[in-house]
């Protein structure tokens, strides 16, 4: 098996990456991943080095890890600050480290793309392998779906959960008509809670369009862009993303982009920036001119509520963290990602407190699905359940 190390997804031909992947998962996808590079948003610069690896054999290509070099633990969604700072204090480099990941991108997917299974556990028990050889402190995979679970726990990685989000395109009659069949699955209060939401936002004039990323001017991807930096200057940062990769990627004549554009008048006053795969609508980022009453909750939540039960769209997936989205008939879910670090005693310590954190995240989402604003119903055995 021959291994190479790319430090750009544009050195293999796009045909060959995306082979090894679902093309339901646009984050994967060459397209995207090259556009970050090609566009200034991950560089060695920025703390982002690239350097995926890929295992071929006389067959071709056996599976590919798009893989970062890491100096820091910013644009990952996964917080290890604890761990750098108890590496620090026995004396340990943590950064740079080896991430298997997607740049701010905290949307649980594939993240080997792999020929069958014997490939995909054998790029995962190479992590360790270059994480050691490279002298990094580490390789960490975040957001890992199931199919990849079981490679990274033969690698020697240990598990870590956390709690997400999600809204499920699913009725008591199967999927939702529209979105008054949807609340009418809600207690009173909570339904009566989302209509007013709904209706202070009507009430202010404000419409809505949702546009893919193509059908979108220069100019009106440039104020969509002003819109979406606005909530990183409120935060005192730069953008994760630049001008550019906007221009590029969300202007392709088959790019997943999806736009809910919010108008006062003729004016682009919010955006929620989305991404559609499959029979997925990825929430992403958002932006708006002015505090406007809900205007939030209706952009970036019902919305694309809304754009899923009119696609037939099964799954919504509004992006990390808020537990305000519970009350909106989002569902808590388990995420995971996977560790391995070359210092014994901090590998021992970390691994012991991350057995301890699992029990405390399953307790936690068990205690979130308890507080759904959906009906519930006494089914035979006497047992509630959701309606």
Same mark, same amino acid.
């Given at each position: #098996? &021959?291994?190479?190390?790319?430090?750009?997804?544009?050195?293999?031909?796009?045909?060959?990456?995306?082979?090894?992947?679902?093309?339901?998962?646009?984050?994967?996808?060459?397209?995207?991943?090259?556009?970050?590079?090609?566009?200034?948003?991950?560089?060695?610069?920025?703390?982002?080095?690239?350097?995926?690896?890929? +295992?071929?054999?006389?067959?071709?290509?056996?599976?590919?890890?798009?893989?970062?070099?890491?100096?820091?633990?910013?644009?990952?969604?996964?917080?290890?600050?604890?761990?750098?700072?108890?590496?620090?204090?026995?004396?340990?480099?943590?950064?740079?480290?080896?991430?298997?990941?997607?740049?701010?991108?905290?949307?649980?997917?594939? &993240?080997? /793309?792999?020929?069958?299974?014997?490939? &995909?556990?054998?790029?995962?028990?190479?992590?360790?392998?270059?994480?050691?050889?490279?002298?990094?402190?580490?390789?960490?995979?975040?957001?890992?779906?199931?199919?990849?679970?079981?490679?990274?726990?033969?690698? /020697?990685?240990?598990?870590?959960?956390?709690?997400?989000?999600?809204?499920?395109?699913? !009725?008591?009659?199967?999927?939702?008509?529209?979105?008054?069949?949807?609340?009418?699955?809600?207690?009173?209060?909570?339904?009566?809670?989302?209509?007013?939401?709904?209706?202070?936002?009507?009430?202010?004039?404000?419409?809505?369009?949702?546009?893919?990323?193509?059908?979108?001017?220069?100019?009106?991807?440039?104020?969509?862009?002003?819109?979406?930096?606005?909530?990183?200057?409120?935060?005192?940062?730069? @953008?994760?993303?630049?001008?550019?990769?906007? +221009?590029?990627?969300?202007?392709?004549?088959?790019? @997943?982009? &999806?736009?809910?554009?919010?108008?006062?008048?003729?004016? #682009?006053?919010?955006?929620?920036?989305?991404?559609? /795969?499959?029979?997925?609508?990825?929430?992403?980022?958002? !932006?708006?001119?002015?505090?406007?009453?809900?205007?939030?909750?209706?952009?970036?939540?019902?919305? !694309?509520?809304?754009?899923?039960?009119?696609?037939?769209?099964?799954?919504?997936?509004?992006?990390?963290?808020?537990?305000?989205?519970?009350?909106?008939?989002?569902?808590?879910?388990?995420?995971?990602?996977?560790?391995?670090?070359?210092?014994?005693?901090?590998?021992?310590?970390?691994?012991?407190?991350?057995?301890?954190?699992?029990?405390?995240?399953?307790?936690?989402?068990?205690?979130?699905?308890?507080?759904?604003?959906?009906?519930?119903?006494?089914?035979?055995? /006497?047992?509630?359940?959701?309606?």
């Amino acid at each position: #098996m &021959r291994v190479r190390h790319l430090d750009r997804v544009a050195s293999l031909p796009a045909e060959q990456w995306n082979a090894l992947f679902p093309a339901a998962y646009p984050f994967t996808r060459h397209a995207f991943l090259s556009a970050l590079e090609e566009h200034g948003c991950v560089s060695p610069e920025l703390g982002w080095s690239p350097c995926h690896v890929v +295992l071929s054999d006389e067959l071709g290509i056996a599976a590919i890890a798009p893989l970062y070099v890491k100096g820091h633990s910013y644009g990952e969604f996964v917080f290890d600050f604890a761990w750098a700072d108890a590496s620090r204090r026995i004396g340990q480099s943590y950064y740079p480290k080896l991430i298997n990941a997607i740049p701010f991108t905290p949307c649980s997917g594939p &993240r080997l /793309g792999a020929r069958d299974e014997a490939a &995909r556990h054998l790029i995962a028990g190479r992590l360790p392998d270059i994480a050691r050889a490279a002298g990094l402190s580490g390789c960490h995979a975040l957001f890992i779906d199931d199919a990849d679970f079981a490679a990274y726990q033969s690698a /020697g990685l240990v598990e870590r959960n956390d709690v997400q989000f999600h809204w499920f395109n699913q !009725g008591p009659n199967g999927a939702y008509r529209d979105f008054t069949d949807f609340v009418s699955t809600f207690t009173s209060d909570k339904r009566k809670k989302i209509l007013r939401e709904r209706r202070r936002v009507a009430e202010a004039g404000i419409r809505f369009e949702i546009r893919a990323g193509h059908e979108l001017s220069e100019a009106d991807w440039t104020r969509v862009y002003a819109l979406y930096a606005s909530t990183y200057a409120e935060r005192g940062q730069a @953008p994760y993303l630049t001008p550019e990769f906007f +221009l590029d990627y969300g202007r392709q004549a088959d790019t @997943p982009v &999806r736009l809910v554009l919010a108008y006062e008048d003729s004016a #682009m006053v919010a955006v929620a920036i989305t991404l559609r /795969g499959g029979d997925t609508l990825y929430g992403r980022h958002w !932006g708006a001119a002015d505090r406007y009453h809900s205007l939030h909750f209706e952009t970036c939540y019902y919305q !694309g509520i809304d754009y899923c039960i009119r696609e037939g769209l099964q799954h919504f997936d509004a992006g990390a963290q808020g537990e305000h989205k519970l009350a909106r008939g989002f569902t808590p879910q388990i995420t995971r990602s996977a560790h391995w670090l070359a210092e014994p005693r901090l590998f021992d310590a970390v691994s012991d407190h991350l057995e301890r954190e699992r029990a405390y995240v399953e307790q936690r989402e068990a205690l979130l699905d308890e507080h759904t604003p959906y009906k519930r119903i006494v089914n035979p055995a /006497g047992a509630a359940q959701d309606e």
